[in-house]
C-alpha cells in the first residue's frame, strides 16, 4: 500500500515548480496526515476487534437465550400438568370428604334409628 508521502514525491520530481521550502513543508503535511491516517487504522482495527469480541458474546447470549426458552417451555409443561394433577386430587379429596360425611351422617342416624328400637 503506498502511502500519501510515496505519491507526492513521485508527482514532486517530475516537477520543478516547487521551492525546496514548499517541497519541505509538504513532506512535513504530509508525514502529519500519514500518522493520522495510520491511527485511524489502528482505531479501525481496535474497534472491528471488539466487533468481532461483541459479536461472540452475541451469539453465546443467543445460544443461552434459546437453551433457556426451551427450559422455561419444559419447565412450564411440567407445571401445567402438575397444577392440574394438583387439581384432580383437590376435586377427589372434596368428593371423598363429602361421601364420608354423608356415611357419617347416615351411621349416627342409623345409631339413633337403633337405640329407639332397642328402648323400645
Known sequence: QMCIRDRY???VRGSSN???SSEAELNNYISE????????RIKKNSITSQIDSERTDRER???QLRTNTEKLSRINDS???KVSARNEYDTTIQETEAAYLKILESSQTLDHVMKRQGGQ
Request: aromatic share 10%; proline share 0%.
Open 79 to 81: 407445571l401445567g400438568r
Open 33 to 40: 496526515l500519514d500518522k493520522c491516517i495510520e491511527e485511524l
Open 9 to 11: 514525491q513521485r508527482r
Open 18 to 20: 516547487f521551492a525546496m
Open 61 to 63: 447470549y443467543e445460544h
